[in-house]
């Protein structure tokens, strides 16, 4: 969109760093409550990478509220083959090693009305940004922001013109941050990250090769590549005639796991195109290199989401591998559950204080699906089926369970540090420890209670086995007299 006066003058509801696939649905939601925001992006035509993008069932939940699942549906026909598997195999021409999800739809129909898909962020960015247009927002293109500054009525960024260099302020009274993995806003609010870190340096190599012999006709929506060569990931466009490669490892990690995780040592065309034979198993492939793109398989998760106006969400917040679509989908329920936060707060129907559990409820599942993405990854290049991870009603049943363990974990290690204690020490701290617990539970159940009454959505599958596991660290006390803190 062009930048005008009329929209670069006017003061915002909410700003948004970033008009990626994070920063529109931020705007498409915001927009579907009568929220107006502006949404800062720094490429001037949007992503053209057909990046790796697997849709769960509760994103085409949101999709579907926001009015726009039938395009998306649509798109994603043009692109991919429906109701395809994850394998993992050694080749594409050779044989397969597991089933990771044998029909990507396999009784889901008993969960959602909604079902799972594939649709790259070009295909999906587009249809993103005409509904936020349609509803309201704008999407101020080829700017960045380089400063951003706040007080106690609202937040003030500095952008600049990609091109030109010219620099503008613009105001509104709330900033979402949702620049990426890269952030910006972060970077300047100087909050850290916790996790794993960088554990391979990766890379995705973007070719065109007639696969049709291996894969036209094929229900096969991913395969992973586990041979001596390499670790990774194919993806294909539905003609079969071009994709990309995931490179996530190379050799083998036993012998030097160094060496394995540094998949962009070599980047030589030869190298790329040995890579892309390696992994459909035909040494005498056709292959010709499109581009190239270098990235840190990364399992991150920010200290916190919140800075007085300021939140982040998706990349900015958490970064996790690309294995089983958690970043995205991740991404995408930040920008739905902090956008009707943000328009009950500016249209004065709820409490600022209001705001202050987007980092409560986010930043939990934000840990959760950053490890179990890892754990996807580990689980792929070792060529073991997951067990439950991504089978239909498993996907719901893990994400209650680690939701719940996220949630009680901090408690329930210091649960175990004390239950170590002596008995001297243990009983006015075990105590003290449980009436505090107590309160904590009270308060999170009132607040619940309130959110669910004005909350829009269902209400969260993880929030009763939450308050299972707080119940299972109380005191316990009988005839034997009283135990202290119980472990778990």
Request: charged share 25%.
């Amino acid at each position: 969109m062009t930048a005008d006066s009329a929209i670069l003058s006017q003061e915002y509801p909410v700003l948004i760093a970033g008009g990626g696939l994070i920063g529109l649905s931020t705007a498409m939601f915001l927009a579907q409550h009568g929220i107006a925001s502006l949404a800062v992006e720094r490429l001037a035509a949007g992503s053209q990478l057909p990046r790796a993008a697997f849709f769960h069932m509760r994103t085409l939940e949101m999709f579907r509220a926001a009015g726009i699942e039938d395009k998306v549906r649509e798109q994603s026909a043009k692109e991919f083959e429906a109701e395809g598997a994850l394998v993992i195999m050694d080749t594409l021409s050779g044989k397969k090693l597991a089933d990771i999800i044998p029909s990507l739809n396999e009784g889901v129909d008993a969960l959602s009305p909604c079902r799972r898909l594939f649709c790259t962020q070009p295909g999906l960015e587009p249809i993103l940004k005409a509904r936020a247009l349609e509803a309201g927002a704008h999407v101020l293109d080829g700017h960045e922001v380089t400063a951003v500054t706040q007080d106690d009525s609202g937040v003030a960024i500095a952008v600049k013109d990609v091109t030109s260099g010219q620099q503008r302020t613009l105001r509104g009274k709330y900033l979402v941050g949702a620049d990426g993995a890269h952030s910006k806003v972060r970077e300047l609010l100087n909050i850290p990250f916790d996790g794993r870190g960088v554990f391979s340096n990766s890379i995705t190599i973007y070719f065109t090769a007639d696969l049709a012999p291996q894969l036209l006709g094929k229900p096969l929506s991913v395969i992973y590549i586990n041979n001596k060569v390499l670790g990774g990931f194919f993806r294909m466009a539905k003609d079969c005639q071009s994709g990309f490669l995931v490179v996530n490892t190379v050799g083998d990690p036993k012998v030097d796991p160094k060496a394995a995780a540094d998949a962009a040592a070599d980047t030589s065309e030869a190298r790329l195109v040995e890579f892309v034979r390696a992994g459909v198993g035909d040494p005498n492939l056709t292959v010709k290199i499109d581009g190239l793109a270098r990235w840190r398989a990364t399992s991150d998760v920010a200290r916190k989401f919140q800075d007085g106006r300021i939140f982040l969400a998706g990349d900015a917040a958490h970064l996790m591998p690309p294995n089983g679509g958690f970043g995205g989908n991740t991404g995408i329920h930040d920008a739905h559950n902090l956008a009707w936060k943000l328009a009950l707060v500016l249209k004065g129907v709820a409490s600022p204080k209001l705001l202050s559990t987007y980092e409560m409820e986010r930043l939990p599942p934000g840990e959760v699906h950053r490890r179990t993405g890892l754990y996807a990854l580990c689980d792929a290049h070792r060529a073991l089926p997951r067990r439950q991870g991504f089978s239909a009603a498993g996907e719901r049943l893990q994400h209650r369970a680690r939701l719940s363990l996220s949630l009680a974990g901090d408690r329930s290690r210091r649960r175990r540090q004390d239950s170590r204690r002596s008995a001297r020490d243990i009983r006015p701290h075990g105590f003290a420890r449980a009436a505090s617990l107590a309160r904590t539970r009270r308060r999170r159940v009132a607040r619940s209670e309130r959110r669910t009454a004005l909350d829009p959505r269902p209400v969260r599958p993880g929030l009763r086995a939450a308050r299972g596991a707080g119940r299972r660290g109380m005191v316990r006390s009988g005839r034997k007299g009283r135990q202290g803190v119980s472990g778990s």
